[in-house]
């Protein structure tokens, strides 16, 4: 049973087209995040979104939309892909509130790869 | 030994001996630890937390130390195994908030 999901796993892409990245998890959680890890393994968080709405927007080019039709889901749409979009996309999935398993859980990842 | 520079930092041990892998963290206010495991072509996994108002805990085969007052982290495995070969990083967190702050990472080598 996966638990976080992703599609595709990998991306090529050329310059200038605009993709779309699913995320799905079925843990019930109600928060959810995008993160980019670059070629040197750097983890950054992108987007959070908790019940559907967005909480935390890192300082991300507008060309990145992250989009929740509902708590299970958060979907990555990039728009006019540039070469420096190449790198690794993480989504993951965490419980709110105060409670003691507050940590995330990680897809599998997807690369982009853009000519 | 381990290497730090323009590349990721890596640390390479003997199978069965025990591991060390710092972090330094950045935000005096954070108050709950992370460290994952990434293997390769997968996502980051959960190992193991702490709450700052710990200074140790411990899993099998692994335990986690905070130093406050430094700001350091460190990941200790015991009897490494060539499994344990993976990237691992460290992740603050502040006031049961959403954003984690990821360390660099370390690269663990087993030899065998």
């Known amino acids: 049973d996966t638990a976080v999901s992703q599609t595709p796993k990998y991306l090529v892409t050329q310059m200038g087209n605009d993709k779309s990245i699913k995320c799905e998890q079925n843990?019930?959680?109600?928060?959810m995040y995008w993160y980019k890890q670059d070629s040197k393994k750097f983890l950054k968080i992108m987007f959070s979104?908790?019940?559907?709405?967005?909480?935390i927007n890192e300082t991300v080019p507008n060309r990145f939309s992250p989009k929740s039709p509902d708590k299970a889901h958060l979907n990555l749409h990039i728009n006019s892909l540039e070469l420096g979009d190449s790198a690794v996309y993480f989504c993951a999935s965490s419980p709110r509130g105060r409670r003691r398993d507050h940590t995330q859980y990680f897809g599998p990842g997807t690369r982009l790869t853009v000519l | 030994g381990e290497s730090v520079g323009l590349h990721l930092p890596t640390l390479s041990v003997q199978e069965g001996d025990n591991s060390i892998i710092n972090c330094a963290y950045s935000?005096?206010?954070?108050?709950?630890f992370i460290w994952y495991k990434q293997e390769s072509g997968k996502g980051p996994q959960f190992i193991i937390d702490i709450r700052s108002n710990m200074d140790k805990r411990q899993g099998q085969r692994v335990t986690v130390l905070l130093n406050k007052t430094v700001k350091h982290l460190s990941l200790q495995i015991a009897a490494t195994q060539p499994g344990d070969s993976a990237v691992y990083f460290c992740a603050e967190n502040w006031n049961y908030g959403q954003n984690f702050v990821f360390g660099p990472g370390t690269r663990l080598s087993v030899l065998p």
């Open positions: 843990l019930g959680h109600d928060t």
């Open positions: 935000n005096s206010a954070s108050d709950y």
């Open positions: 979104y908790n019940n559907k709405e967005l909480i």
